[in-house]
């Protein structure tokens, strides 16, 4: 988890972690303060875009597809990428908690891809020229399951 923008609360939140032995990945992204120092107690701090890195994990072909193209069009650097998440080895105590629409689609023998990247700061974006075709399938909303699991 990373906290950003909530100025002079971030160091309440991160002293109350620290008192509850929050053993979660906690960072403080601060890019404005430059007289901080690299951590608050045990949790570092981020101070630039270039160090923050996003994660995108989804059961979506053309979700994942189009980030990794525009990660690829963008040249940002990729720290991990895997187009079936649950069989990749990857051990991370986060990553393998399987949401209620996850274990929809893993039943469905659909997979779950994941794809961690930096995101370096860029006065433009470069839109990758790709065709991605759209996922054949969608989720149930609650309404619909609800309907669905009472017969009605």
Known sequence: MVIIGSKGCAKEIL??????????????????????????????IIKSWN??????????????????EMVKANRYPVLFSNDDLYHSGLTDNILSIK???EQQWLDRGLTIKYIKF???????LVEPEVE?????????NRSKRSALASGK
């Open 132 to 140: 991605i075709e759209y996922d054949p399938y969608r989720s149930f």
């Open 15 to 44: 002293t109350a972690l620290k008192w509850d032995n929050v053993e979660e990945t906690v960072s403080l992204f601060d890019n404005i303060n430059t007289d901080i120092s690299d951590a608050y107690y045990d949790f570092p």
């Open 118 to 124: 930096v995101c370096e700061e860029r006065d433009e």
């Open 99 to 101: 949401t209620y629409y």
């Open 51 to 68: 160090e923050l890195e996003q994660h995108l994990k989804t059961d979506s072909n053309f979700m994942y597809t189009y980030t990794c």
